[in-house]
């Protein structure tokens, strides 16, 4: 699926994270396709080229969707991507206070032509073909695979991955999704191939399977949407190439380096995967292992 991701406090958690400056050398940049270089000159804190002086303008769809954010609020810095945002934002030197959050459609922010924000965040995959129309930032969320299932499953209950060696599952042929079945839980039993999730959902509403793997944004809205009485099993480990989320900035924009350099930092220091775990393993889709 290609998708639509000092101590301080994230979502009642403490964090206690080392204060690294967003504005050093970027050595490296395969993602964006823009110039990856960024000095403390060219990344002055809280003072870049942003589209409103002193201010950083973010992004994202109306609705917003949970667990990405809550409450339909991508201020409020709840869910997954609100607090990514608003923790890149410190790292390039702008306070809450200095965000401002403005509504751009999916399709909009991925299409070629000059941005009204210096970055979105929205669930973006990082792809080829995007990038001829926009830049991306370095990843912050590797998108997981994941079980998901119906309350009258046998499986519904499952806490790791040795509870589903006995289950009869399935994917779309020819995906990650199938490969972390294979290659992650080991089924005794084969496990079913299916053309597309549609018919794999289907296969799971009248019992032909006791669960399918699809990506976690997926199964959020699958159980969440689509499903009567669909739950998420969990999470499975990182198996083959994992599909990449990455921030959106206009085409060859001066941010870029910037603002990979902030995404780097957050992965470096952990802090992304403790949001990871606050807003997505800790609020429904627990980690199997």
Do not use: H
Request: glycine share 10%; charged share 20%.
């Amino acid at each position: 699926m290609v998708s639509r991701f000092t101590p301080l406090l994230v979502g009642g958690v403490a964090l206690a994270l080392a204060t690294v400056s967003a504005c050093s050398p970027v050595d490296d940049d395969t993602t964006s396709g823009a110039s990856p270089s960024a000095t403390s000159d060219a990344c002055p804190s809280g003072a870049l080229g942003t589209v409103a002086a002193g201010k950083l303008t973010i992004g994202t769809d109306d609705p917003a969707y949970e667990p990405w954010f809550s409450d339909g609020k991508p201020a409020n810095g709840q869910g997954f991507e609100s607090a990514v945002a608003y923790q890149v934002a410190e790292r390039l030197g702008y306070a809450k206070e200095n965000v401002v959050w403005t509504s751009v459609t999916f399709n909009n922010a991925i299409a070629p032509g000059p941005k009204a924000f210096d970055f979105d965040i929205n669930q973006f995959s990082i792809t080829d073909e995007r990038k001829q129309a926009v830049d991306f930032s370095s990843p912050y969320y590797l998108v997981r695979q994941t079980v998901i299932t119906t309350k009258k499953s046998k499986i519904a209950g499952a806490k790791s991955l040795a509870e589903l060696t006995g289950a009869k599952l399935g994917a779309q042929v020819g995906t990650t999704s199938y490969q972390a079945i294979t290659d992650i839980i080991k089924p005794t039993t084969k496990p079913s191939v299916f053309n597309n999730n549609d018919d794999a959902k289907k296969a799971l509403e009248n019992g032909t399977v006791d669960g399918i793997v699809v990506d976690l944004p997926t199964a959020f809205y699958m159980t969440g949407a689509e499903l009567k009485d669909g739950v998420i099993v969990g999470q499975l480990p990182q198996v083959g190439v994992p599909e990449q989320f990455g921030l959106v900035l206009d085409k060859g924009s001066k941010l870029t380096g910037c603002v990979s350099q902030a995404v780097d930092q957050l992965r470096g220091d952990g802090t992304l995967a403790v949001l990871e775990k606050t807003w997505l393993a800790d609020s429904g889709a627990p980690e199997l292992t």
